[in-house]
């Protein structure tokens, strides 16, 4: 009997382990294959509550698909409240690749960039 459910349950991991490598596999082979840097912009106004952990849930879809070092991700302020911008401040880093810009400065913003 244990021998059985032991076996089973190797079986399952196999199964899941394969499935997993078919998932990356397929991702990698999925993506476009564009050299170039984008930026990915996000617009928040005062009725979000969760802009933090959208924006860097964000960061770590990329750092899945291996884009972490060519996408950048930008928080378009409009009118979000004071917690939720020093919340999202504290990840927005140079190096972390988060920026928050005003409505009004993102023109400016990505020409400076682009």
């Known amino acids: 009997m244990l021998d059985a459910l032991a076996g089973t349950v190797f079986v399952f991991l ?4 394969t499935v997993a490598v078919c998932y990356v596999f397929m991702l990698k082979l999925l993506l476009p294959k564009s050299s170039g840097r984008y930026y990915i912009v996000i617009p ?3 009725g979000c509550s969760d802009v933090r952990k959208n ?3 964000m960061r ?3 750092n899945l698909l291996g ?9 378009l302020d409009k009118g979000i409240g004071e917690d939720e911008k020093k919340d999202v401040s504290e990840i927005c880093t140079e ?3 988060i920026f928050i810009v005003e409505n009004e400065k993102i ?6 960039r682009i």
């Open 60 to 62: 770590i879809k990329l």
């Open 14 to 17: 196999i199964i899941l382990g």
């Open 107 to 112: 023109g400016e913003f990505l020409n400076g």
């Open 95 to 97: 190096k972390n690749g």
């Open 67 to 75: 884009d972490e070092n060519r996408a950048q991700i930008v928080v």
């Open 44 to 46: 928040f106004d005062s």
């Open 55 to 57: 924006a860097y849930g």
